[in-house]
C-alpha cells in the first residue's frame, strides 16, 4: 500500500534477511493442517503455506519476516511474476501471479492500495486451504490516493468495505504499523520493549491465528474487536502508528472517536 507522504506505515523495501528451508510441504500434511485449523488453531511451530497478494511495503517486508521464519511464501502483485524476481532472490518466496498466490495457502494478506480491491482478479482464494484465513492491512487515503468511496465515506469501516468486495471474511491487522517496524522492532516475548499490534474481526478462530503469526512476528497483539469496530484502528486514530506495549494500545483503542477525522476524508 502506499501511505501518505511522510507517513511510513506498514506497506517498500527494506534490509533482507536468508531465507528458511520449508520442511512438511507434503499434501499429507497440508491436508492434516487444514482439518485441524478448520475447528482450532495452528499447532505449534506449524511452518504455514502463506500468499501475499501486493508487494509493496507490508508485503515485501511481511515476505521477509515470514519466509525467516520458516514459512513458505507465495507473492504476487499487479506487474506479474518477472518483477518479483529479486523480492524471490533475498527471500526465497514463490512469485506467482495473483490468481495463484492463495493456492494451498492457510492465510491470505490482501496488501494492495484500497481503491485497487474491486479490481482483483475473480478466483482470488480459488484453492486455497479448508479454513483459510484473510489479514486486510489496508486503509483509506481519499486525498492522497484513493479518491471518494462512498460507502466510506457515510461511515462503513474501510476493512467491511473491503470485505464486501472480496466477499471472504477478513481480519484487519498491520493497517497502522510503520514498514520499517516489522522488520527492526520485533522482539521476544516479554521484552519491555516489544509492542502490540491491535487485531480486528469477527472470525474468533481467524482472529486467532492471526495473533498466533504475529506473537511469532515479534509483536504483541490487543483484540480490537469485531470488524465493525475497526474504525478504532483507521487512520489518524490514537492508535494507529502507536508504537507502545499492551496497555497504551488497549488506551488507545478506547479513546478512539467513531467520526473520521476531516484529514481522512474526500
Request: glycine share 12%; aromatic share 6%.
Amino acid at each position: 500500500m502506499a501511505p501518505p507522504a511522510g507517513r511510513c506505515r506498514a506497506g517498500g523495501s527494506g534490509h533482507g534477511v536468508s531465507p528458511a528451508e520449508y520442511p512438511h510441504r507434503t499434501g499429507g500434511w497440508l491436508r492434516y493442517v487444514s482439518r485441524y485449523t478448520a475447528t482450532q488453531g495452528l499447532p505449534e511451530g506449524h511452518p504455514m503455506k502463506i500468499g501475499i497478494i501486493g508487494a509493496g511495503n507490508i508485503g515485501g517486508n511481511l515476505t521477509r519476516r515470514l519466509t525467516a521464519l520458516g514459512h513458505e511464501v507465495s507473492v504476487a502483485n499487479s506487474r506479474g511474476p518477472a518483477t518479483l524476481t529479486e523480492l524471490a532472490e533475498e527471500t526465497g518466496a514463490h512469485p506467482v501471479a495473483a490468481t495463484e498466490a492463495a493456492r494451498g495457502a492457510e492465510v491470505v494478506v490482501v496488501t494492495v492500495p484500497l481503491k485497487a480491491v474491486p479490481d482483483l482478479p475473480s478466483g482470488l482464494f480459488d484453492g486455497a486451504a479448508e479454513g483459510f484465513v484473510v489479514i486486510d492491512t489496508n486503509n483509506y487515503y481519499p486525498r492522497q490516493r484513493d479518491g471518494r468511496i462512498a460507502e466510506i465515506e457515510d461511515g462503513l469501516p474501510e476493512s467491511r468495505w473491503t470485505e464486501r468486495h472480496l466477499g471472504h471474511p477478513v481480519i484487519k491487522a498491520f493497517n497502522g504499523t510503520y514498514a520499517q517496524d516489522i522488520l527492526d522492532r520485533h522482539r521476544p516475548a516479554g521484552d519491555p520493549e516489544r509492542i502490540a499490534l491491535p487485531v480486528a474481526g469477527d472470525d474468533e478462530r481467524g482472529k486467532r491465528i492471526v495473533r498466533e503469526l504475529i506473537d511469532e512476528l515479534g509483536f504483541d497483539t490487543v483484540d480490537a474487536g469485531g470488524l465493525d469496530e475497526s474504525w478504532r484502528q483507521q487512520p489518524d486514530s490514537p492508535v494507529y502508528g502507536l508504537r507502545e506495549g499492551t496497555e497504551g494500545v488497549t488506551k488507545a483503542l478506547a479513546a478512539a472517536s467513531p467520526e473520521r477525522p476531516e484529514t481522512f476524508r474526500a
